[in-house]
Nanobody, 121 residues
């Protein structure tokens, strides 16, 4: 069973920064893409940012210019650097991985357990 272990959430003041980490139990090269989603109370889960195995990135309009997704292949970890945080960024953030260990495999979707990010003064 593939696991995605997240860390780095917490409480931060508006304008502050946080960095989230996601370490998969399998090599990141076994994933077509990895990303971060978030879900605020009463709202649907939404894509925040994603990065493909080739390094291409995609961001939600609401976080462009403030958040940055990256991957460290040596550490087998994906990061989400969040700057200029706003109260509306408050949510549970989930790491997502689209797992495909070989060209003969189907793509399987895996999720981390979620980490709370609260932006408040």
């Amino acid at each position: 069973q593939v696991q995605l272990v997240e860390s780095g959430g917490g409480l931060v003041q508006p304008g502050g920064s946080l960095r989230l980490s996601c370490a998969p139990s399998e090599s990141m090269f076994s994933f077509n893409a990895m990303g971060w989603y978030r879900q605020a109370p009463g709202k649907e889960r939404e894509l925040v940012a994603s990065i493909t195995s080739g390094g291409s990135t995609n961001y939600a309009d609401s976080v462009k210019g403030r958040f940055a997704i990256s991957r460290d292949n040596a550490k087998n970890t994906v990061y989400l650097q969040m700057n200029s945080l706003k109260p509306e960024d408050t949510a549970v953030y989930y790491c997502n991985g689209k797992y495909r260990p070989s060209v003969w495999s189907i793509v399987s979707n895996y999720w981390g357990q979620g980490t709370q990010v609260t932006v408040s003064s």
